[in-house]
């Protein structure tokens, strides 16, 4: 039975998609969310709105280019026509950067990549915060940066990667504090490897690569990790809702791991 955390709150989600985005719409729908839903495929969209609605919630599809001005108020005063409040903004769209050496990447990708994952979490952020500071009563409204344990990784592939999610990090830590004395929360949600359809296709890649199976890539990645397995979409949608919830209240300008127990000081 899902604990109604987030009863009749007004959460903006963007990066609607499969594995976590449309874990977090669902989740919340089932928290008592009402939901604004956000990425440029209105069909994927429909679809995450036909979910919310079987769980008796409202949903209001809003086809956006987050990285374009003009969409993204467009997109405030939508969510605001149709809701008049929002309590939370989830900044989960990602443009994946180059995976190369910093030495050898390609600016311009970096460049692109960063319009989606840095500058639009900020302008998003900054554009909504007026409707944050405005939800009524106490602990008010809240934005959640979806991060990555790929923060703690120093392989030269994931340099781009990392530099991006630094960045997020860092803009997180800062809004925190800008924004914490109108009553605003600003957080961080950081997964390791989350078991789902991009990744099991990516290890089913790599046993292939390597010669071995499956469950012998899986066993590889969990191994790093005190539980020994990978967490789920549901299980990284559930820690991030928390972080939406009332229950979060004095909770700000944090980072939190959702990943098994792979990085932590032991």
Not at 42 to 53: D, G, Y
Not at 154 to 179: I, M, N, R, V
Not at 196 to 211: H, M, P, Q
Request: aromatic share 6%; proline share 5%.
């Amino acid at each position: 039975m899902t604990v109604p955390l987030l009863q009749d709150k007004v959460v903006v989600l963007s990066g609607v998609g499969p594995g976590l985005g449309r874990a977090l719409g669902e989740e919340a729908a089932r928290m008592g969310a009402d939901l604004v839903l956000v990425s440029r495929t209105e069909r994927r969209l429909e679809k995450m709105a036909e979910v919310v609605r079987s769980h008796g919630r409202r949903a209001l599809v809003v086809p956006t280019d987050i990285t374009d001005e003009d969409a993204r108020v467009r997109l405030l005063e939508r969510s605001l026509e149709e809701f008049g409040r929002v309590d939370c903004l989830l900044n989960n769209a990602f443009g994946i950067p180059p995976m190369d050496p910093l030495t050898t990447l390609d600016l311009e990708g970096l460049r692109t990549a960063n319009e989606t994952n840095v500058f639009a979490p900020l302008r998003l952020t900054a554009l909504f915060a007026d409707a944050l500071a405005a939800t009524p009563g106490r602990p008010g409204g809240s934005v959640i940066m979806l991060n990555s344990c790929v923060l703690y990784s120093s392989q030269p592939e994931y340099a781009g990667y990392k530099l991006s999610k630094g960045a997020l990090a860092h803009l997180a830590s800062s809004l925190a504090t800008e924004l914490g004395p109108r009553g605003i929360r600003v957080n961080s949600v950081a997964p390791s490897y989350i078991y789902e359809d991009v990744n099991k296709a990516y290890f089913d890649w790599l046993a292939s690569e390597k010669g071995v199976t499956h469950e012998d890539i899986y066993r590889e990645k969990a191994a790093p990790t005190d539980l020994k397995r990978l967490a789920t979409p549901d299980e990284v949608a559930r820690a991030t809702l928390f972080l939406a919830s009332d229950l979060a209240s004095a909770v700000t300008g944090q980072v939190l791991n959702v990943d098994c127990g792979e990085f932590h000081a032991r």
